[in-house]
């Protein structure tokens, strides 16, 4: 049997582990030594499907355990899709392309992520121990047109200003526009050299 990787809804709880939905009669188990915490009734969990000693569809939650060692379908800056499903000292733990594991460290992301959650990522470095860093965002100036645009967007739909300059706090930055303050100077940048937007003390202005 293939390894698969799937978010499942947990059906029951029993006391030698618990039961996934997977949209037949038969539900599918997650044992007890395969938990990474107790899930709980209907909670979406991210599992690896692989196939336990006697044959049996089996379920784990250790997705390190069965995830790829081989990144040879992947390179560095390559969009990429993710599911997180854990969290270390360093990051979140996050699924590529339902395949490989790798890492988003904590000075590379500016909101808290959480279980389960799927989004677009990049692929930061491929280590030589196998192991994959990954990015939020596009590197370098990559991304930055589509922030520019919505820029211009928010400015025309605020009559033409925003309180918001290269010194506003990160955490405003990221709620407006999803990015890192990095990502949102590139943009900002990007507007005032085309000469369209003035900078003002206290944010600012789109040009007639």
């Known amino acids: 049997m293939t390894i698969q990787f799937s978010k499942m809804r947990v059906s029951s709880i029993q006391s030698i582990g618990a039961f996934l ?5 038969k539900e599918l188990f997650l ?9 709980e009734l209907d909670e979406e969990v991210v599992v690896a499907i ?5 044959g049996r569809p089996c379920s784990s939650m ?7 060692d081989d990144a040879s379908d992947l390179k560095v800056e390559q969009k990429v899709d993710l599911i997180i ?8 733990k996050a699924l ?9 460290y904590f000075n590379e992301v500016f909101r808290e992520l959480h279980y389960g959650e799927e989004l677009p990522g990049y692929v930061a470095k491929i280590r ?5 860093d990954l990015l939020l965002q596009p590197f370098g100036n990559k991304g930055s047109d589509d922030i520019a645009v919505r820029l211009i967007e928010m400015l025309e739909d605020n009559n033409g200003f925003l309180a918001i300059t290269d010194k506003t706090d990160p955490d405003v930055i990221y709620k407006m526009f999803g990015v890192s303050k990095k990502k949102f100077k590139m943009a900002l940048g990007s ?9 003002e003390e206290t944010g600012i202005r789109l040009k007639k």
């Open 21 to 25: 939905d997977q949209g037949q009669e």
């Open 31 to 39: 044992p007890l030594n395969e938990q990474t915490h107790p899930p």
């Open 128 to 132: 030589d121990d196998k192991k994959i």
């Open 50 to 54: 692989y196939e336990d000693r006697q």
């Open 62 to 68: 250790r997705l390190e355990k069965f995830s790829s």
């Open 85 to 92: 499903y854990g969290k270390t000292d360093l990051g979140y």
């Open 191 to 199: 507007v005032y050299k085309k000469k369209l937007i003035t900078i």
């Open 96 to 104: 590529i392309n339902k395949k490989q594991s790798g890492v988003i």
